[in-house]
């Protein structure tokens, strides 16, 4: 619409109704560029909440995973066999390792040793807690006791997280950005060549459609966070838009026409390509990203299924062996039952030839 509003006034340089057009697309250009952009840092802030949930959730569990540990320790101690607190610390463990990136080992007494991230989480004596902190801009995982060193993070729902927030999401804005800079800056340097509506007797030249000039010619507050802010000059006075290549040719709509044409011109800002091309390219990696990571989704969930399998192998019951079980005790019982049976009638019968 922007573009097309300019090839309008290519037509008909003079029109007021043409240039109040072109004023409103690249107003409402403007106001969908910063909706896009803010959207992605809304998302940003979302994400920042969402990693802090989920860091409080691992906390909690580092701190019942050690307070397990030791009644397991204590009960192990007293030559008990305490599978259902194992149980329960094992469940924990298995919760936490849907978060973050751990590691287990046996400790004495059938306690477990988790690490976090290549950081102590929980053993027999003491756990470790976790905070989120910002450095250089992204999302970090470090220990409250040693603030000031990263922990790597591999794997998990806060893995997840801290990418969308430190890599993911500013991909995207560095994109929108390179994009709203080259097409601020190519609409500039043709509209700053062109020449305004004869106004006092002449027409003015090298009026930037995007920003205002400095002191020293050059144009500032253009583009910032999102926002494309045309010139007041030309908000505020529609025969500022230079239109015409030649000055004091109000009929002459040459320049207008060139800025028409650069929606399909290569600008070597954004790698050869086109304004539309490179919007275009920027959906189409955000769609791509989308499709690998429901692939990434499929893929893991079949693994998943696959381990917890083999999990259930090993330390899950298997309903059949258990209803063997009850069987073999039911026949137990009935077999006891007989038999005490058979020793009361045959107590009874001697009673009875006693007396």
Do not use: C
Not at 47 to 54: G, M, N, R, T, Y
Not at 80 to 89: A, I, K
Not at 117 to 130: E, R, V
Not at 163 to 168: A, E, I, K, L, R
Request: charge should be negative; glycine fraction near 6%; hydrophobic fraction near 35%.
């Amino acid at each position: 619409s922007f573009f097309n509003s300019w090839s309008q006034l290519t037509a008909d340089p003079t029109s007021s109704q043409a240039r109040l057009d072109v004023i409103q697309n690249a107003q409402n250009l403007s106001s969908r560029f910063k909706d896009v952009y803010d959207s992605l840092n809304e998302e940003m802030t979302s994400l920042q909440k969402e990693a802090v949930i989920k860091v409080n959730s691992i906390n909690t569990y580092l701190q019942q995973i050690n307070s397990y540990n030791q009644k397991i320790y204590q009960a192990a101690g007293q030559g008990l066999q305490p599978n259902d607190l194992m149980d329960s610390r094992d469940a924990l463990i298995t919760q936490l390792s849907q978060l973050v990136n751990i590691s287990v080992q046996d400790g004495p007494n059938g306690t477990s040793n988790v690490s976090v991230a290549g950081a102590q989480g929980a053993d027999l004596n003491s756990y470790n807690q976790f905070t989120i902190k910002s450095i250089n801009g992204k999302m970090v995982l470090v220990s409250q006791s040693d603030p000031n060193t990263s922990l790597s993070l591999t794997s998990g729902e806060l893995y997840a997280t801290t990418d969308m927030y430190s890599n993911v999401i500013p991909s995207y804005k560095t994109s929108l950005d390179n994009l709203a800079n080259a097409f601020i800056s190519n609409v500039n340097q043709i509209h700053m060549q062109g020449n305004t509506l004869v106004q006092g007797g002449a027409s003015s030249t090298g009026i930037p459609f995007f920003g205002q000039l400095d002191g020293s010619g050059n144009v500032i507050n253009a583009y910032s966070d999102g926002l494309m802010q045309i010139n007041a000059d030309i908000v505020n006075n529609p025969k500022n838009i230079a239109a015409s290549d030649t000055a004091g040719n109000d009929g002459n709509g040459n320049q207008a026409n060139k800025i028409a044409l650069l929606a399909d011109q290569p600008i070597s800002a954004l790698g050869d390509l086109s304004v539309t091309d490179y919007y275009s390219n920027i959906l189409n990696s955000i769609g791509i990203d989308k499709t690998n990571s429901d692939n990434k989704v499929q893929s893991g969930t079949a693994i998943l299924q696959q381990l917890q399998t083999q999990q259930s192998s090993t330390s899950g019951v298997s309903l059949d062996e258990e209803m063997t079980q009850v069987l073999k005790f039911q026949r137990s019982y009935d077999a006891a039952s007989k038999l005490i049976k058979v020793s009361d009638e045959m107590l009874q019968t001697l009673l009875n030839m006693v007396g």
